[in-house]
């Protein structure tokens, strides 16, 4: 077989430990003997950017903006204790934060579903996608603890010189204050990245805050949704036969669980981080998710939702084999192959990326699977577990199978 041509580079973001093992096995058996593979490289490894001075996240983030299509390897947030593992001269920032920071944008996260493996919830049939916004709210607050007795108040002052100010509390003993914020304009592009994703990948929308009781903050985030769901994608959504829908998140919650799945459900910050946790553990496990960073100017980029299976790491380099579950990062690499394809109308990219995804669910359907995965597993067959490596070799037998 001939391998498939690329026209535009994609933007390969290389990571640590673990999933650093697997991007380089993924890269040499799955990719590469198919794909006359064409990348940007930028090495986000903790050694690497600590020899830039952390300057390559930020030159990967702008070739991002550049290609529009990246894949991520998950990296080190550097803590204290790898301050010292490293020898680092500073305690980088979290890359994805940096990333986030220069692309702006709306993570979605769906779990990839597999014959033998149930969610929790026996309706669910369907993945259900959490679009989580990730600016503001709780994450960027002004916190107090109120020693005793006093006044609390809100004061804004324009620049124009005008005031609002309002009692907030008359505490006449110890309490708590929080001052939470949020921007029109990062609410807009939260809201155009989700319909946009809704469009990308016909699926309804869904949307929820708590507006009856928070009547000038959550109502604001529910009129500008509506706003711009009127205004700029009324008409593509009836096109396409999808539908956006808002409800109150109490409601929200309630019909998610009683659900079928397949819809984007559009969150506010704190709400996304955890209902975000509560579904993908209900649908099985962090391996097994896809996860897309969507920029509201229509850059992606795809990485795997876990982190660096550090433990795992510290085996390997004791020479262990490792049953390590590489299907968040393979898909991370579909899903990017899949974007570069369709936006290059490359047409057997496309395919290429569907059927490699379909052997590597057939193969753990079969019964074929990474350790973490076998007590999940109810299928008819005993689970076999394999390496990672192992693991990677089963699904290219059977993509040599469905591509020939
Ligand atoms: P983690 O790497 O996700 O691993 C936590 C545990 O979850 C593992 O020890 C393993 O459990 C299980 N696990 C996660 N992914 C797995 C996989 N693919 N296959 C099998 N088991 C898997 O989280 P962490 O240990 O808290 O963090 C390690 C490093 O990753 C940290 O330095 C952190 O900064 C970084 N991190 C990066 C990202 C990112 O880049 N997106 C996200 C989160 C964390 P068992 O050990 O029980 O097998
Ligand atoms: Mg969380």
């Not at 058996?29 to 020899?51: A, F, M, S």
């Not at 205004?231 to 808002?246: D, Q």
């Not at 995965?373 to 577990?385: D, F, I, T, V, Y």
């Amino acid at each position: 077989m001939e391998k498939i041509k690329m026209t535009t580079p994609l933007v390969e973001m290389d990571g640590d430990e673990m999933t650093r093992i697997l991007w380089k096995e993924i890269k040499d058996e799955l990719i590469c003997p198919y794909v006359d593979l064409k990348t940007e490289y930028y090495d986000l490894g903790l050694v690497h950017r600590e020899e830039t001075g952390d300057q390559v996240t930020v030159d990967a983030a702008n070739a991002n903006k550049k290609y529009g299509v990246a894949v991520k390897c998950a990296t080190i947030t550097p803590n204290a204790q790898r301050v010292e593992e490293y020898h680092l001269s500073r305690m980088w920032k979290s890359p994805n934060g940096t990333i986030r920071a220069i692309l702006d944008g709306t993570v979605f996260r769906a779990p990839i579903m597999v014959r033998g493996i149930s969610p929790v919830v026996r309706t669910w049939k369907q993945p259900i996608t959490i679009a989580r916004h990730a600016f503001g709210d709780v994450y960027r607050a002004t916190e107090y603890r109120v020693p005793g007795p006093g006044k609390a108040e809100l004061l804004f002052t324009g620049a124009d010189g005008t005031t609002f100010r309002e009692t907030v509390n008359d505490f006449d003993g110890p309490g708590v204050l929080q001052g939470q914020f949020n921007k029109d304009s990062s609410i807009s592009s939260f809201a155009r990245a989700c319909f946009q994703y809704a469009v990308d990948t016909r699926q309804d929308l869904w949307f929820s805050t708590k507006d009856t009781i928070s009547k000038q903050y959550d109502h604001t985030f529910k009129d500008l949704f509506q706003e711009i769901y009127d205004a700029e994608y009324r008409e593509k959504f009836e096109a396409l036969g999808i539908e956006y829908f808002y409800t109150l998140i109490d409601d929200a919650v309630a019909r998610v669980i009683r659900s079928k799945g397949g819809f984007i459900w559009a969150c506010k910050n704190y709400d996304g981080d955890v209902m975000s946790d509560m579904v993908s553990t209900a649908f099985g496990s962090l391996a097994m998710m896809t996860s897309v960073l969507v920029s509201p100017d229509g850059n992606y980029e795809y990485e795997a939702a876990h982190g660096t299976v550090t433990r795992h790491y510290y085996k390997y380099l004791k020479g262990e084999e490792t049953s390590t579950n590489p299907v968040a990062t393979l898909f991370a690499w579909t899903g990017a192959l899949r974007k570069r394809g369709e936006l290059d109308g490359i047409d057997g990219l496309v395919r290429f990326a569907g059927a490699l995804e379909r052997a590597t669910i057939d193969t753990i359907e079969s019964g074929v699977m990474t350790g973490d995965l076998c007590s999940l597993w109810e299928g008819e067959n005993p689970a076999r577990k394999v390496t990672s490596l192992q693991f990677l070799r089963e699904i290219r037998a059977r993509l040599d199978k469905a591509l020939a």
